[in-house]
């Protein structure tokens, strides 16, 4: 088991570091367009699109907007990651992620979308949703925290650490997941305990470093940018 549990976070970790990345890189543009007094067609396309990805239903450009928006667009810690990926495909094995790359059992509710989960309830449509890659369903996964109704408190969490110029660790956000799991607090311990016993905050860690040594490098870089491009959505 233990060298399952090892292959999973040397396998999976880049992919999560790619993830968050990306939406770090996406609040950096995010911020880039708050700043700006009117915006282009392509600008305001982009936000659209955004809000829509995050459903936020605002006035698009507006202040609200781009609160609303860099409040659900955020990173959420690789140690919290691995712990629900780990648990949910028994650290890769299930069924799911190896026929489907899913990762944390997400659902999918329209036909062929996915694996049907044995034992499904007679009369039930949904489907264990298939990706094309486990770094699809990482991206997935990050994005229904980010948006989801059910997660605001996780949200909630990590907003509040920001506004203390600190990053939220994977065991004070796993409080946020008492809906993922009908088993509620239980899992929510589960979690922390796994990130605990595994000791996947290292990988928390390496991030930051990751981040930080990005961001020194660019601080001592000077280009002049005519135009700045917009992220892929």
């Avoid at 936020?56 to 860099?70: A, N």
């Avoid at 799991?181 to 899992?187: I, P």
């Avoid at 796994?194 to 490098?217: E, K, P, T, W």
């Amino acid at each position: 088991i233990a060298r399952r549990q090892r292959q999973m976070c040397i396998r999976d970790s880049p992919r999560i570091v790619l993830a968050n990345s990306r939406i770090l890189i996406e609040r950096d543009y995010l911020d880039s367009l708050a700043g700006k007094d009117e915006l282009s067609k392509s600008e305001l396309s982009w936000l659209k699109s955004q809000a829509e990805r995050l459903r936020v239903d605002e006035e698009p450009g507006s202040e609200t907007m781009f609160r609303r928006l860099k409040n659900r667009l955020d990173v959420i810690p690789p140690s919290l990651v691995l712990a629900q990926a780990a648990n949910e495909s028994a650290w890769g094995t299930s069924r799911f992620a190896r026929r489907g790359n899913n990762l944390f059992g997400q659902w999918c509710f329209s036909q062929g979308c996915g694996l049907v989960p044995r034992g499904r309830v007679e009369g039930a449509s949904h489907e264990v949703a298939s990706f094309s890659s486990p770094y699809r369903s990482v991206r997935s996964y990050i994005q229904n925290l980010n948006r989801h109704p059910t997660y605001q408190l996780l949200r909630d969490i990590r907003l509040k650490a920001r506004n203390r110029d600190d990053i939220a660790s994977g065991p004070s956000l796993a409080a946020g997941l008492l809906g993922y799991s009908e088993r509620g607090e239980d899992y929510v311990e589960e979690i922390r305990n796994m990130i605990r016993h595994n000791n996947l905050d290292y990988y928390d860690d390496d991030f930051q470093a990751i981040v930080q040594g990005a961001n020194s490098q660019l601080s001592l870089i000077h280009i002049s940018e005519p135009t700045r491009r917009t992220p892929i959505s």
